[in-house]
C-alpha cells in the first residue's frame, strides 16, 4: 500500500534534498526507519529530523529502501509550494472536512511511531483535511498550505 501520494502536480513543488541528523533512519533495515509521508524539520545544523508535536515540518517524498538515498545520505522533502496529497502517516482522533492540522510525533503506522499529521490544537498550521478516511481507502487527503 502506498504510504503517500501526491493528489497534484508535482512540477509546482519545490523538493529538497538534504542530510539526515541520523543516517540509520535511512537503512530499510533500521527499527524504525523513516517513511515516505513522514514529516521532517530541520534542526541547528540544517539536517532532517523527524517533526517534533506542533512545530514546523516537510513531507518527506522517498520510497522506503531507495540505493541512492543510502549511498548519497541525503533524502528529498516537499520543500514549498502548495499541494494535495494522501497519506497514511496520521491520527484520525477528531478529524473533520476542513479541519486544520498539524505535525505529531506520535502517529503510530504499522505499529511504529512516525512523526505526521493529527488535528491542530496548537503550534503551526501545516494544512487542512480535504476528504475524511472513511471515504478514501483509509488515507487522509490533505491539502498542504504552509507555503
Known amino acids: 500500500m502506498t504510504n503517500f501520494e501526491l493528489v497534484s502536480d508535482l512540477q509546482s513543488l519545490q523538493r529538497r534534498d538534504f542530510g539526515l541528523a541520523d543516517n540509520s533512519l535511512i537503512n530499510p533495515n533500521n527499527a524504525n526507519p523513516l517513511m515516505d509521508g513522514e514529516f521532517l524539520a530541520l534542526d541547528a545544523d540544517y ?5 517534533s508535536t506542533q512545530g514546523l515540518g516537510y ?5 522506503k529502501g531507495r540505493y541512492d538515498v543510502q549511498a548519497i545520505k541525503k533524502t528529498m522533502v516537499l520543500f514549498s ?3 494535495e496529497a494522501n497519506t497514511r502517516v496520521y491520527k484520525p482522533a477528531g478529524l ?3 479541519a486544520a492540522l498539524m505535525i505529531d510525533a506520535a502517529v ?4 511504529l511511531t512516525k512523526s505526521g499529521l493529527a488535528l491542530h490544537t496548537g503550534g503551526i498550521v501545516i494544512g487542512y483535511v480535504t476528504r475524511l478516511p472513511a471515504s478514501n ?11
Open 81 to 83: 509550494g502548495g499541494y
Open 108 to 111: 503510530t503506522v504499522d505499529s
Open 137 to 147: 481507502g483509509n488515507r487522509l487527503r490533505f491539502q498542504q498550505t504552509l507555503f
Open 96 to 98: 473533520a472536512l476542513g
Open 59 to 63: 513531507a518527506l517524498f522517498m520510497e
Open 47 to 51: 539536517k532532517l529530523v523527524r517533526g
